[in-house]
């Protein structure tokens, strides 16, 4: 499992060399180990990748994201699923249950609104109380919207009355950001397990290639937001190359599932793993990363 989070903003030529992924531009050039890479960012118009790169990438799995030209990720590459039972997972996928469906929604949504209140209760916001009452009501299918309704709530007190998350600021931009790069981790997950992406629990929207990851995501949405709150004196009015960069090295983040502390890259294999067992019958509850302070490990 890679770990290394590759970010490109320069003119740069992309090839490989003895199983490493071999970074040329002015001044130079590095070769990092394939089997250490988790992801890989393009954050220039300017680069140039060999079709043996993009080969090596998909056989690896790691996730090459694109950017547009505000500098939000906007594109994934990936490789074909591999895993052994592909079709097991597809067909389980397909023929899983409405009630089943909205058994696994109540439990991220659960999860969702208990970590926007520790988010708040680290942040030494008000609110913490109300989003934990409301996540033990929540029922089946999230009947009542409370995801909604505690969203509305959370990002209020996190960032002020008049916040919303349709604003064009630098703090939704860093969420975005930050959003994309889990999201496309989560894809990558996904389809080495099999799935249909585009087949969610909740999310439909029938032009979303990667709805089942925008489902999972969601308990993953707060280690973002603590990142912002936590780091909203070193923005500015456009994300700098730093502040993508620890954005980026968040999957390098702690998160805790099942009392254990794991990188958010490493949990959310465990996450679809325990999420595989569920729709296929095999397992109990889902597992889901519980919220914890944002130590920033970066790798050189």
């Known amino acids: 499992m890679g770990w290394r989070n590759i970010f490109i903003t320069s003119s740069t030529k992309i090839s490989t060399r003895d199983s490493g992924l071999l970074i040329t531009k002015e001044g130079g ?7 250490d890479i988790s992801s890989i960012i393009l954050d220039n ?39 052994s039972r592909q079709l097991a997972v597809a067909k389980a996928q397909i023929n899983m249950s409405v009630p089943r469906k909205k058994r696994l929604w109540q439990e991220i949504v ?8 520790r988010v708040l209760e680290l942040m030494r916001c008000e609110g913490s ?6 996540s033990k009501r929540v029922k089946s299918g999230d009947d009542g919207n409370l995801e909604a309704l505690g969203a509305k709530y959370y990002f209020q007190k996190l960032f002020g009355d008049d916040f919303t998350r349709r604003d064009h600021d630098i703090k939704n931009f860093a969420l975005n950001y930050g959003y994309a790069v889990i999201r ?5 997950s996904l389809t080495s397990y099999g799935y249909i992406c585009s087949l969610g629990i909740q999310h439909k ?4 290639a990667f709805n089942l990851a925008d489902d999972i995501i969601e308990p993953y949405r707060s280690v973002v937001d603590l990142w912002v709150a936590n780091n909203i004196d070193k923005l500015s009015d456009e994300l700098t190359t730093d502040n993508k960069v620890s954005l980026v090295e968040i999957l390098n983040a702690d998160v805790k599932l099942t009392g254990k502390k794991y990188s958010v890259n490493i949990s959310i294999d465990e996450v679809i793993k325990r999420y595989t067992k569920c729709i296929r019958g095999k397992g109990g509850n889902l597992i889901l990363p519980s919220i914890i302070p944002i130590q920033e490990h970066r790798y050189v």
């Open 184 to 188: 496309g981790r989560i894809a990558r």
């Open 205 to 208: 929207n029938e032009y979303n």
């Open 110 to 117: 659960t999860k969702k609104l208990e970590n926007q209140g």
């Open 29 to 35: 050039e590095v070769n990092i180990p394939l089997e």
């Open 45 to 83: 118009n300017s680069v140039t990748i060999t079709s043996r790169v993009l080969e090596e990438i998909a056989s690896r799995d790691i996730v090459l994201l694109t950017s547009d030209e505000k500098h939000l990720p906007n594109g994934i590459f990936q490789g074909y699923g591999r895993h």
């Open 129 to 134: 109380k109300y989003l934990y009452d409301l």
